[in-house]
């Protein structure tokens, strides 16, 4: 009698569920919600007047920045997060030989999370109040916006510091990572620009004039283009990378806030805060639809792989989950506070 075979059948690998980290501003915390169902998955405490928040794939960090300035002799009272030692805890909080920032600048807390499950790792001081944050592909650095400071933070996550500063122009807002990793785009909402900063020199490469009110950036890196959300003016202004030049503009109409691209980059889609709705603009055509939401829609995240958009209220505690094909509904999740930068990770 022949043996039999053992017959092994290869199994595609399944992929990680996604996960959505909410900053919920005043309440002082991080919602971590299931991408496909909005469940909760955890709530993390104690970040206090959380607004930005960045991570990137691949990198075992999430960066979030408080809006909230501490007075710096508050800074030792600060609670040591677990599993780190006391010592390691004072190293990450004794003042930097040559304070950083401007000189009147305040104190804000930077939290370095565990992109896996969000444990708090790390809190590191900042010059002034955060705005947003970005990381930059490979994870290298990542930088953090202080309006009131006409700058940013360069944060090195090999070693979870803050190491340089550089002044970029008036109310820096948003900032978006390249296929470079070395290189920022900050909007500056006070003069109108776009600084492209160089983080291992620690410059600003050039401006970009856009005019207005930047806020809000989406980059399309394979075509090289920035999308920059003219807030008060209700308008998106398409600019090429290559030469700064401003290609197309988009008028939406009303006060607009968040932006963000599809995963093949073929739309863009605005939130509508004055105007209390959704536009998706199909870029090749140059063609919106428009479809009602409302209260005040706000922060606007696309969720990779999942046709899902979601959007947050800035007048009511929830964050919309939006059809990516047909802008509809498909589930609104409450959360405390106000939800602000979010992001999806695997």
Request: glycine share 12%.
């Amino acid at each position: 009698m022949k043996a039999l075979g053992l017959l092994v059948i290869a199994l595609p690998a399944v992929a990680e569920p996604r996960m959505v980290f909410i900053p919920e501003g005043s309440a002082d915390s991080i919602l971590l919600v299931g991408a496909e169902t909005g469940e909760t998955v955890r709530r993390i405490e104690g970040i206090e007047a959380v607004h930005g928040l960045s991570g990137a794939p691949g990198v075992p960090y999430l960066v979030a920045g408080s809006y909230a300035e501490t007075p710096r002799d508050g800074i030792a009272a600060m609670a040591q997060p677990e599993g780190v030692s006391a010592d390691d805890h004072a190293a990450h909080h004794k003042p930097a030989a040559k304070p950083l920032g401007p000189k009147d600048a305040g104190l804000s807390i930077v939290t370095i999370l565990d992109a896996s499950n969000g444990d708090i790792l790390r809190r590191i001081e900042a010059p002034g109040a955060v705005h947003h944050t970005a990381v930059s592909p490979g994870g290298r650095f990542a930088v953090a916006t202080h309006p009131a400071g006409d700058g940013i933070s360069v944060i090195d996550l090999s070693t979870i510091s803050v190491t340089g500063y550089v002044v970029t122009g008036a109310m820096p807002n948003y900032a978006v990572f390249g296929a470079d990793p070395a290189l920022v785009y900050i909007s500056n909402t006070g003069n109108g620009t776009i600084s492209e900063v160089d983080l291992t020199r620690g410059i600003v490469r050039r401006n970009m004039i856009v005019e207005g009110a930047p806020e809000h950036l989406a980059i399309d890196v394979g075509a090289g283009r920035l999308y920059i959300a003219d807030a008060d003016a209700g308008r998106v202004v398409e600019l090429a990378l290559a030469d700064g030049t401003t290609l197309r503009t988009f008028d939406i109409g009303g006060e607009i806030h968040g932006i963000g691209l599809s995963d093949d980059g073929a739309t863009l889609f605005v939130a509508g805060r004055g105007a209390g709705k959704l536009t998706a603009v199909d870029l090749a055509l140059g063609e919106t639809r428009e479809a009602a939401l409302a209260p005040e829609p706000y922060h606007l995240t696309v969720i990779p792989g999942t046709g899902t958009l979601f959007v947050s209220s800035r007048a009511e505690p929830k964050v919309w989950m939006i059809d990516a094909a047909t802008l509809e509904e498909r589930g609104v999740i409450p959360v405390e506070g106000e939800g602000h930068q979010m992001i999806a990770l695997p």
